[in-house]
């Protein structure tokens, strides 16, 4: 019997351009509530407002530069590839993480979405396995690619009936 070899590499597919969108919206949603509560500070507190003010300036410059930085960053790192032997996925962008595992090894495939990620027409899979590290997830995808996605690793695994524990 040939044994194929699974080895650790950088996966071939992007996730959807549409994930930047998202990422930017949620950025920006957490520094708007950051301000927010600046705000409601300094207008509440009657000491010297130099220092609120000193704040919400910092607070503006390194949340513009996140939310400028950061979904572009992303997305040149976020990865997913799917192959006959295995799944592999690469994400983050500080702390980043590449992940393969093999079909053989896989016991359940989902999707879901979020309703600001529904919006955008975006989907999440996760991929869970014997691993103790966890399940695999590939986030940003198109919904339409991400159903195309867990069909096929449904497939594939019931069609691999061999054990890789």
Not at 70 to 95: C, I, K, L, N
Not at 100 to 107: D, F, G, H, L
Not at 138 to 149: F, N, P, S, V, Y
């Amino acid at each position: 019997m040939e044994s194929t070899e699974v080895r650790l590499r950088p996966p071939r597919q992007l996730v959807s351009p549409k994930a930047i969108g998202y990422w930017t919206v949620r950025a920006l949603a957490g520094w708007l509530i950051v301000a927010a509560a600046q705000v409601i500070w300094l207008i509440n507190d009657g000491g010297d407002v130099s220092w609120h003010v000193g704040g919400l300036i910092l607070t503006g410059v390194l949340g513009a530069a996140h939310v400028i930085v950061m979904p572009q960053w992303r997305f040149r790192v976020h990865r997913w590839e799917v192959t006959p032997e295995a799944v592999y996925t690469q994400s983050g962008w500080f702390d980043q993480e590449r992940r393969i595992a093999p079909i053989s090894r896989i016991q359940t495939v989902d999707s879901e979405r979020g309703p600001v990620e529904q919006l955008f027409g975006l989907a999440n899979v996760t991929v869970t396995t014997a691993s103790a590290a966890g399940p695999l997830k590939i986030r940003g995808l198109d919904q339409e690619t991400a159903e195309r996605l867990v069909d096929r690793l449904t497939e594939g695994t019931a069609a691999d009936r061999t054990d890789a524990t």
